[in-house]
């Protein structure tokens, strides 16, 4: 679960989640990514660098560029855990309503 909430706080940033749209596309470099936002390459690179304390980005080094890996299967984790709580309240809502329903019966 410590994953998971890492995973969750990467992506509460809006930056953040536009960076992982971009990465979804493609690996990119930290200036190209910069380029694509208002802020400097050092806050785009504090982004990089808390997606990648979590696993979901990982880096590698290409001469003098940083070129950013986006892990998908990480995303995944997340997505399971937000099913798992939707099915946990479906299941508690259909208790209600029966509930209800007897109870009106």
Request: hydrophobic share 45%.
């Amino acid at each position: 679960m410590v994953e998971t909430a890492s995973i969750f706080k990467a992506i509460g940033d809006p930056t953040r989640q536009e960076i992982v749209g971009m990465l979804a596309r493609r690996a990119m470099g930290v200036g190209e990514i910069a380029r694509e936002f208002p802020i400097t390459r050092p806050a785009i690179a504090k982004h990089l660098a808390i997606m990648r304390r979590c696993g979901l980005v990982s880096m590698e080094v290409r001469g003098r560029e940083h070129i950013h890996h986006l892990h998908v299967e990480k995303l995944q984790n997340a997505q399971n855990w937000l099913e798992q709580m939707s099915m946990f309240w479906d299941n508690k809502l259909e208790a209600l309503k029966q509930a209800v329903e007897e109870d009106n019966g």
